[in-house]
C-alpha cells in the first residue's frame, strides 16, 4: 500500500510553463487565478457543494415536497416552494443549533448553541490532530477509535476509583488516559517498524479489540463496572476530576483549552522541532529520509504513540467533560472516524484541522436540532461530512464542475498561441 | 557521495533482513503450535473442570441416520489433547530441522485438535450442539466470504478495497427496499448487486481516474454509505415499514440426498440460494484467477502494471472494472443480511463484518479458498462465543470475540505465516 498518504498534493507546474505565464499574465490575474483555483477555494467550494447535495437529499425526502411533485407541471411554484421550506428550515435549524439561536431572548443563553458546538469540536480536533499527526509522516491511523477507548478507560478509572485533590486528580486522569492511548498507539508503531506491518490493518483490528476489551471490563464488576449495577455502564466520575465549565451555564468545560494547548502542541511540534521535522521528511520520502541518516523505525514509534496520545485526548475529553455520569461502550461516539475527515478537510495542518474540527462540531451540534426540529434525521451529516471530504480529496473534480483553473497555469488559449510561437522558433 | 556509501550499507541489511526472515518463517510453524500446545497444558490438564464429561451432540432430527450423543470424559479427552497437540509440534519442529515445510493439513488437523480439547473441557458438564455450531458458522460467514471475494479480486488488481463495509451495507439495504416493493427477492437480489456496484463505481473513479488515496476513499465511502442508509432508514423505511422494510426472505432448499448426510448435510446442504451461490462463486474465482486469460489480466495489473502495460493491457479500464465486478459480489453478498438471516433492514447491521472480511483477505494471502477458510474461521469464532454464551463457559466471551482479530494482528506482523500482497496494492498507475 502507499508509503505517502499527503492526501491532497497539488500537480507542481513545470518551471518553464511558470515563467511563461509570469510573461503572459499580469501579476494580479495570476493572483486572482491562483486563489479562485487554490486549494483554500476548492475547501470552501467542497462544503458548499455538500451542503447542496445534503439539501437535495432533505427535498427529495420530504413529504410535503412528494406530494407537490405529483402536479409539478400544474402548479410548479408548489414544489418549488416546498423545496425551499423544507431545505431552509432543515439549515436554519442547523445554524440555529450551532452558532446563534436566535429564538431566545437574550443573548447568552442564544449563545448556548455556540458552546455546545465548542463542546462537540473539542474531541474532533484532539483526535483530528492525532490522524493529522499521522498524516504528515505517511502514516494512516485508522486507530483512533480503540485509542480513544482504552484512554477513556483508563482516565475513567482514574476519574472515579482515585481519592486525590481537586487538580491533582484531573491531571493524572488526564495524564492515565494520555499514556494508554499512546501505548495502544505505540503498539502499531512498534508492529510497523519492527516487522512492516500495515498500520493500517493492525489499527482496524485493534479498534475492535479495544472494544471487547472495554465491554469485557464493563460487565466485570471490580473493573469499570459500576458497583451494585447490573447494566455495563462505570460509576459517575468523581467532582474532583471533572473538568470545571469554562463559562457558567455554558456546557463547554476546560477541555476546550486542552484542545487549543494540544493544536499549538502539534504546531510547534511539527514547524518548529527537530523531530516534527523528522516527521514530515519521512511522510514525504521514507528513502530519502533513511538516506540522510534519519531512524525511520523510530518516527514510526513515536510518530504514532503521539498520534494516539492525541486520540486519547479526545477520549479524556469525552469522560472527564462530557459525558461525567458515568459510560458504558459507546463512548467513542464514532469520533475516532469522525477524525479521520477532520483531517483530511484540514489538510493535516494543525489549525486547519483546528478549524475543521469547529465546523464539523458545528454540524454535530446542530444536527441534533435539525432533527428536533425539522425532523431531518442527524445521519445526513454523516453524509455532509463524506462529501466534503470526497470533494476535497479530488481537487480535480471540483474544478472541473465549476469550471475553475488549475492554479499555477496559463489560460489554455495563451498557452497554446505560446506554443505554437515556440514551435515556429523551433521550425525556424 | 554519500548515496555511494550508503549504498552496501542499506544492502547488507536487506540481506540480513532477508536471511532473518526466512529463518524466522520455517521455525513459526512448530513455535505457534508449541504455544497453543502449552495453552493446552495449562487449560485442559492443569486446570480441569470440576464436572466429568462433555456431550457432543451430532444428528439433527432429519438426517438418515442417528447417531446417539457422543459423551466423553473431560479430563481424559484434554489429557489426550494435549498430547497429541505436544507430539504435532515436535514434529512441525523434526520437518523444520530438515528444512521442509509443514503441510497445511497438519495446520487443519491441529486446529481440530485442539477445538475437540477446547469444547471437551469449556462445555464440561453441558452438551454442545455440534450441527448447531456449525450452521451458525456457515450463516455468519456468508456475507464475510463475500466481502472476502471482493476485497481479493479488487486487491490482485491493486486496488485496495476498505469500502467492502459500505458495499455490504449498500447491498443491505437496497435488497430489502427493492424486495419489499416487488414483493421478489430474487430482483431484490439484484438490486444488491447493482447498489454493491455504484458503491464501488465511486471508488473506482476515484482511485484510479482522480488517483485518490484509495484507503482514504474506502474510509469515507464507508462514512457515506453509512450515512446515506442510515438517514433514509430513519426519514423513509420507517415512515412505512410494512411495505418498504419486510422482504420476503429466501426459504432454504434442501438438497435431495446430501441433506439428510448425518453433519455435514444440515450444515451444507439445506441452506438458501445465496449460500448455494457461493459455493459457485468460490469455486468460479478460484478457478479463474489463476487459470484463465481474465485471472491473468488482473493478477498482471495487481503485480506489475508497467509490464502489464507495456504488452497492451489497458491498466485503468482493467482496474475499474475488477473492483466494480468486486463491489457488486460484495453488494450480493449485504443481501444475505437482509433476505437470508434478519429479515428486515436495520441501521448500520453490517456492524464492521466488512472490516472482518479485509482481514480474512489478508489472513488468507489474497487466495479466494484460503480467504474462504479464513473467513470461516472468524464466522466459527463468533459463533462459539453465542454456543458458549448459552451453555456457559469459563473464557469470558468478549476474548472469544477478539481472537479473530488477534490473529489478524500476527498474521501481518508475520508471525502466522508471511502474508505478501499483490506487489503494486494501493499504488495508482499514472500513465507517463
Given amino acids: 500500500m502507499s508509503e505517502q498518504t499527503e492526501v491532497v498534493t497539488q500537480p507542481e507546474p513545470a518551471p518553464e510553463q511558470r515563467d511563461r505565464t509570469v510573461e503572459q499574465s499580469s501579476r494580479w490575474q495570476q493572483a486572482m487565478r491562483d486563489i479562485v483555483g487554490g486549494s483554500a477555494m476548492i475547501s470552501v467550494l467542497a462544503v458548499l457543494l455538500a451542503l447542496i447535495a445534503g439539501g437535495i437529499l432533505i427535498a427529495v425526502t420530504d413529504a410535503r415536497v412528494q406530494q407537490t411533485a405529483g402536479y409539478f407541471f400544474a402548479r410548479p411554484g408548489d414544489m418549488l416552494a416546498a423545496i425551499w421550506n423544507a431545505v431552509s428550515k432543515a439549515y436554519l435549524a442547523l445554524f440555529r443549533g450551532s452558532i446563534y439561536n436566535f429564538a431566545r431572548d437574550d443573548v447568552g443563553s442564544a449563545l448556548t448553541s455556540l458552546t455546545d458546538t465548542l463542546v462537540f469540536a ?116 468523581e467532582p474532583t476530576a471533572i473538568f470545571p465549565p469554562l463559562f457558567p451555564g455554558h456546557n463547554v468545560h476546560w477541555g476546550f483549552l486542552t484542545a487549543i494547548a494540544a493544536t499549538v502542541y502539534v504546531w510547534w511540534l511539527l514547524n518548529r522541532s527537530s523531530m516534527g521535522f523528522q516527521f514530515r521528511a519521512v511522510g514525504i520520502n521514507p528513502n530519502a529520509a533513511r538516506t540522510a541518516g534519519m531512524s525511520v523505525s523510530s518516527v514510526y514509534i513515536w510518530t504514532m504513540t503521539i498520534s494516539g496520545a492525541l486520540c486519547g485526548l479526545a477520549g479524556v475529553n469525552q469522560v472527564l467533560g462530557t459525558v461525567t455520569s458515568g459510560f458504558s461502550s459507546g463512548i467513542d461516539a464514532g469520533i475516532g472516524f469522525d477524525a479521520i475527515t477532520v483531517a483530511l478537510l484540514g489538510r493535516s495542518r494543525p489549525w486547519g484541522i483546528f478549524a475543521a474540527g469547529l465546523l464539523f462540531g458545528a454540524f454535530k451540534a446542530g444536527g441534533f436540532t435539525m432533527q428536533a426540529a425539522a425532523q431531518v434525521p442527524v445521519d445526513i451529516v454523516l453524509v455532509v461530512q463524506s462529501l466534503i471530504v470526497l470533494f476535497i480529496a479530488a481537487p480535480p473534480l471540483v474544478r472541473a464542475i465549476f469550471r475553475l483553473p488549475t492554479p499555477g497555469t496559463a489560460p489554455r488559449r495563451r498557452v497554446r498561441a505560446s506554443d505554437r510561437r515556440a514551435e515556429k522558433g523551433a521550425a525556424a | 557521495m554519500s548515496a555511494e556509501t550508503q549504498a552496501p550499507a542499506a544492502e547488507t541489511s536487506n540481506g540480513a533482513v532477508a536471511v532473518a526472515r526466512a529463518a524466522v518463517v520455517s521455525w513459526k510453524a512448530p513455535i505457534a503450535f508449541g504455544v497453543f500446545a502449552l495453552l493446552a497444558l495449562v487449560l485442559f490438564v492443569l486446570n480441569p473442570r470440576a464436572e466429568a464429561e462433555t456431550g457432543f451432540r451430532l444428528s439433527t432430527g432429519r438426517d438418515f441416520i442417528q447417531i446417539p450423543d457422543l459423551i466423553v470424559p473431560a479430563f481424559v479427552t484434554g489429557v489426550i489433547v494435549t498430547i497429541a497437540l505436544f507430539a504435532i509440534a515436535l514434529w512441525s519442529a523434526i520437518l523444520v530441522r530438515q528444512r521442509r515445510k509443514t503441510p497445511l493439513w497438519v495446520v487443519i488437523v491441529f486446529a481440530v485438535l485442539f477445538m475437540v480439547g477446547f469444547l471437551a473441557w469449556a462445555a464440561a458438564g453441558e452438551t454442545v450442539p455440534v450441527p448447531g455450531l456449525l450452521i451458525g458458522t456457515v450463516s455468519l460467514s456468508v456475507p464475510l466470504i463475500f466481502g472476502a471475494m471482493a476485497g481479493v479480486i479488487s486487491e490482485r488488481g491493486g486496488v485496495v478495497n476498505i469500502a467492502i463495509e459500505g458495499q455490504l451495507l449498500s447491498g443491505a439495504f437496497t435488497s430489502a427496499l427493492i424486495a419489499s416493493v416487488t414483493n421478489n427477492p430474487y430482483l431484490g437480489l439484484l438490486g444488491a448487486a447493482i447498489a454493491g456496484l455504484l458503491v464501488s463505481f465511486v471508488l473506482g473513479a476515484f482511485a484510479v481516474k482522480y488517483f485518490v488515496d484509495q484507503i482514504i476513499v474506502g474510509v469515507v465511502l464507508n462514512v457515506l454509505v453509512i450515512g446515506l442508509t442510515s438517514f433514509l432508514y430513519s426519514k423513509v423505511l420507517q415512515a412505512d415499514a410494512a411495505t418498504l422494510n419486510s422482504p420476503e426472505r429466501f426459504a432454504r432448499i434442501d438438497i435431495p440426498v446430501l441433506s439428510g448426510i448425518p453433519i455435514i448435510g444440515p450444515v451444507l446442504f439445506s441452506q438458501t440460494i445465496i449460500v448455494y451461490v457461493m459455493y459457485v462463486a468460490v469455486a468460479v474465482i478460484a478457478f479463474a484467477l489463476f487459470k484463465t486469460r481474465w485471472g491473468l489480466r488482473l493478477r498482471s495489473v495487481g503485480e506489475h502494471p508497467t509490464a502489464a502495460d507495456t504488452v497492451g493491457i489497458n491498466v485503468a479500464a482493467t482496474r475499474f472494472w475488477n473492483v466494480s465486478l468486486g463491489g457488486a459480489i460484495a453488494g450480493f453478498g449485504g443481501a444475505y443480511f437482509t433476505l437470508g438471516s434478519v429479515g428486515a433492514f436495520q441501521k448500520e ?59 489478524t494482528v500476527f498474521a501481518v506482523a508475520g508471525l502466522v505465516g508471511v502474508s505478501r500482497a499483490p506487489a503494486a496494492d494501493g499504488k495508482p498507475y499514472i500513465k507517463s
Avoid at chain 2, 391 to 403: A, Q, W
Fill in chain 2, 349 to 407: 447491521m453490517t456492524a464492521g463484518m466488512g472490516f472482518i472480511a479485509l482481514a480474512a483477505v489478508i489472513f488468507g494471502k489474497w487466495h479466494p479458498v484460503k480467504a474462504t477458510l479464513a473467513a470461516l474461521l472468524f464466522g466459527f469464532a463468533t459463533n462459539l462465543k453465542n454456543v458458549l454464551g448459552v451453555i456457559g463457559s469459563p473464557v469470558p466471551s468478549e476474548f472469544m470475540l477478539m481472537l479473530p482479530y488477534i490473529v
Fill in chain 1, 122 to 237: 473539542t474531541p474532533l480536533i484532539a483526535a483530528g490532530l492525532g490522524v493529522g499527526l499521522g498524516f504528515r509522516a505517511g502514516l494512516f491511523n485508522i486507530g483512533g477509535r480503540g485509542q480513544m477507548i482504552m484512554a477513556a478507560a483508563a482516565a475513567g478509572w482514574v476519574g472515579f476509583s482515585f481519592n486525590l485533590p481537586p487538580v491533582i486528580h484531573v491531571i493524572v486522569a488526564v495524564a492515565a488516559g494520555l499514556i494508554a492511548g499512546g501505548i495502544w498507539g505505540g503498539i502499531v508503531g512498534l508492529l510497523k517498524a519492527k516487522t512492516g506491518a500495515h498500520e493500517v490493518i493492525v489499527t482496524i483490528m485493534l479498534n475492535f479489540v479495544a472494544l471487547y476489551f472495554l465491554m469485557y471490563m464493563l460487565r466485570t464488576p471490580g473493573l469499570l463496572q459500576a458497583p451494585g449495577g447490573n447494566t455495563p455502564k462505570t460509576p459517575p466520575m
